[in-house]
T-cell receptor
């Protein structure tokens, strides 16, 4: 399982863009990069997934450089409700029996 | 989208008793489900992989006789914490994969008193 490294915490203010970078130096060729969000006392929620270059959906963008050894989750114009823990995971996308290994995650705190 | 339902949301039990937690995939079939445990301020730790129709596989250090897993159908996996003790108090979360993504249940807060 590819190991991931993220900052432990990040602080931001409402309306700002938050960028969280995750390092995954040992990512395998078949691995996808997936980000999850977790609020206290809730299960993680899928945010975005990508393999290379850039992926964008209605809540976030994911930037992946050519070497795929890192990725950056971008949250545009955060609000107080974006305060949560964000996890970066790598694994095989199409295998539903692939075990997900969670790192420490990044606690994002958004202030008014 | 895929929905995983977990029940109960919270449970308080006496030390020495057993507690069963259910995990259901509501709109898809899941041959494989996963069980995690999360202590306060910590990340999720994978406990076991639940396989429909066969024995679960446990991660190193997880007592299989204490955490009984049954995956009798394609939509239901159960985790039973047997002879629970206060140190088993934790947040238990299940997940299932579908279409290349993983969906998590809302979690079960277990408190053993």
């Amino acid at each position: 399982l590819a190991k991931t490294t993220q900052p432990i915490s990040m602080d931001s203010y409402e309306g700002q863009e938050v960028n969280i970078t995750c390092s995954h130096n040992n990512i395998a060729t078949n691995d996808y990069i997936t980000w999850y969000q977790q609020f206290p006392s809730q299960g993680p929620r899928f945010i975005i997934q990508g393999y290379k270059t850039k992926v964008t959906n209605e809540v976030a963008s994911l930037f992946i450089p050519a070497d795929r050894k890192s990725s950056t989750l971008s949250l545009p114009r955060v609000s107080l409700s974006d305060t949560a823990v964000y996890y970066c995971l790598v694994g095989v996308r199409r295998s539903n029996d692939y075990k997900l290994s969670f790192g420490a995650g990044t606690t994002v705190t958004v202030r008014a | 989208g895929a929905v995983v339902s977990q029940h109960p949301s919270w449970v308080i039990c006496k030390s020495g008793t057993s507690v069963k937690i259910e995990c259901r995939s509501l709109d898809f079939q899941a041959t494989t489900m996963f069980w995690y445990r999360q202590f306060p301020k910590q990340s999720l730790m994978l406990m076991a992989t639940s396989n429909e129709g066969s024995k679960a596989t446990y991660e190193q250090g997880v007592e299989k006789d204490k955490f009984l897993i049954n995956h009798a159908s394609l939509t239901l996996s159960t985790l039973t914490v047997t002879s629970a003790h206060p140190e088993d108090s934790s947040f238990y979360i299940c997940s299932a994969g579908e279409g290349g993504g993983y969906t998590f249940g809302s979690g079960t807060r277990l408190t053993v008193v």
